[in-house]
């Protein structure tokens, strides 16, 4: 209980300020604990796409927050997100991670059984239980459904809150980039596929949402492999795996001058948060129109037509910020699923999704991409977690207790969709506004 005093009697508010925030939000377990309660227990947290639950009886498990949940498509064709927690003993019920059921979920333990909806199906020796109280189908001892369920156009959210915005109002703007990703599916429909490309950094869950729409870090960062990539002679061979990856980390090079006059942050309500797209090269940007991306073009074209395709091009963004739990690249068709562990612990998963009518070349190019972004082999990811490795360390050391948050400070402009459009690229903007949200759900609860 001490714990709990020391954490009520701090001033929170006092922790994030109009220009700054205390290295204590990103290092101390008790706020951990407590944006698990006041932050992950009641904003809409991503848990998968319908794609990964295609049939009844599939199942996908995943977390919010601290809580293992699972995910399922019921026999009546709804996908329902359930506590993976057995109404017994309190067992986790479903070990792997993915999968498909003919009959039950079984608990390992005294052998409980349970429908894809949570409800408790049969329980061995049940008249062993006071006047056979235990019986099945009473929500007593099911597997309890999360609160609030919701999707937009095939990704999945859920809340450990009964009561909220919607799913879309939590998302406004944003459902755009959503929107990006999807409309590039000449059939208009996208999948998950490809596997699970995971890893995990030794600090706090903030960091790589700070980092993602960060346009001051990648020339410095990402210093070695951008020389490495540019060192490359063009006239060697390699594979297509070898162009896109060659090709990425030169783009990682391109000037603070280029990233302060042409690129555009956005910051929305709720945390959320894009980064215009920096990409000039015409073999990673289908909108250019090289001939490597004939065939897509073409499908594009005869699926909703040469305007409607143009249009969509068009659209260039590179990061976007679901906060607090999803960031993605809807133009390269990949995201990430941010799932703290502990305050100094962040686990992250990658998955790549296919544009259902887009020749397969188009997804072989989105698992290069993902390779050279987000495999724990690539040159570019292992310096971003080198950084948030240091950064861990250095705010756990004494010295100076508040990291500023500045950059741009005061020539943020409206934008015509409810958020802040940023002086340019280099602004610190998104910081601001997820600490901004940090700060009034933390306060909210508090006795």
């Given at each position: 209980m001490a714990r709990d005093r020391t954490l009520e009697s701090a001033d929170l508010d006092?922790?994030?300020?109009?220009?700054?925030?205390?290295?204590?939000?990103?290092?101390d377990p008790e706020i951990f604990d407590v944006e698990m309660d006041r932050l992950f227990g009641r904003a809409w947290i991503y848990v998968g796409h319908e794609s990964q639950v295609r049939s009844p009886g599939d199942f996908f498990c995943s977390r919010i927050g601290k809580q293992p949940v699972v995910m399922t498509r019921h026999k009546d064709g709804t996908i329902r997100v359930l506590f993976n927690r057995c109404g017994h003993r309190g067992a986790v019920v479903v070990a792997e991670e993915s999968g498909h059921i003919e009959d039950a979920f079984r608990c390992c333990y005294h052998g409980w059984r349970?429908?894809?909806?949570?409800?408790?199906?049969?329980?061995?020796?049940?008249?062993?239980?006071?006047?056979?109280?235990?019986?099945?189908?009473?929500?007593?001892?099911?597997?309890?459904?999360v609160p609030r369920v919701d999707h937009y156009r095939g990704f999945v959210f859920a809340s450990l809150s009964a009561d909220g915005p919607s799913l879309t109002d939590f998302l406004g703007h944003m459902t755009t980039s959503f929107d990006d990703m999807i409309d590039r599916a000449p059939d208009g429909e996208i999948e998950v596929a490809g596997g699970i490309a995971r890893h995990a950094y030794n600090g706090n869950w903030k960091l790589i949402f700070e980092n993602v729409n960060d346009g001051l870090h990648p020339l410095t960062v990402h210093q070695s492999s951008i020389e490495a990539a540019r060192e490359q002679d063009d006239d060697v061979w390699s594979d297509g795996a070898g162009e896109i990856a060659i090709r990425q980390m030169r783009q990682n090079g391109v000037s603070w001058d280029f990233w302060e006059n042409q690129i555009g942050l956005w910051a929305y309500p709720n945390g959320h948060s894009y980064?215009?797209?920096?990409?000039?090269?015409?073999?990673?940007?289908?909108?250019?129109?090289?001939?490597?991306f004939a065939d897509y073009l073409a499908s594009m074209e005869r699926a909703k037509g040469a305007s409607r395709t143009r249009?969509?091009?068009?659209v260039m963004r590179w990061n976007t910020n679901i906060y607090p739990s999803l960031s993605f690249m809807s133009q390269f068709r990949q995201i990430?699923?941010?799932?703290?562990?502990?305050?100094?612990?962040?686990?992250?998963?990658?998955?790549?999704?296919?544009?259902?009518?887009?020749?397969?070349?188009?997804?072989?190019?989105?698992?290069?991409?993902?390779?050279?972004?987000?495999?724990?082999?690539?040159?570019v990811l292992t310096d971003?977690?080198?950084?948030?490795?240091?950064?861990?360390?250095?705010?756990?050391?004494d010295g100076n207790d508040w990291v500023p948050t500045s950059r741009g400070l005061?020539?943020?402009?409206?934008?015509?969709?409810?958020?802040?459009?940023?002086?340019?690229?280099?602004?610190e903007l998104h910081i601001r506004n997820m600490f901004q949200t940090w700060k009034t759900c933390m306060a909210e609860g508090r006795s």
């Open positions: 006092h922790l994030v300020q109009t220009d700054r925030v205390h290295r204590r939000v990103y290092t349970f429908a894809t909806d949570g409800a408790l199906l049969s329980v061995p020796q049940r008249q062993g239980y006071p006047e056979n109280n235990v019986a099945p189908g009473d929500p007593a001892y099911g597997m309890a459904s980064l215009g797209d920096y990409h000039d090269d015409a073999k990673l940007v289908a909108a250019q129109r090289d001939p490597s249009e969509i091009l068009s990430r699923v941010v799932q703290p562990v502990s305050v100094d612990r962040t686990e992250v998963l990658g998955f790549c999704f296919r544009l259902k009518g887009a020749p397969d070349q188009m997804f072989r190019d989105t698992i290069r991409f993902a390779n050279i972004t987000n495999a724990v082999a690539s040159p971003d977690l080198e950084t948030y490795f240091r950064l861990r360390c250095g705010l756990e050391s005061g020539r943020d402009t409206n934008d015509p969709f409810g958020g802040r459009q940023a002086e340019n690229g280099l602004s």
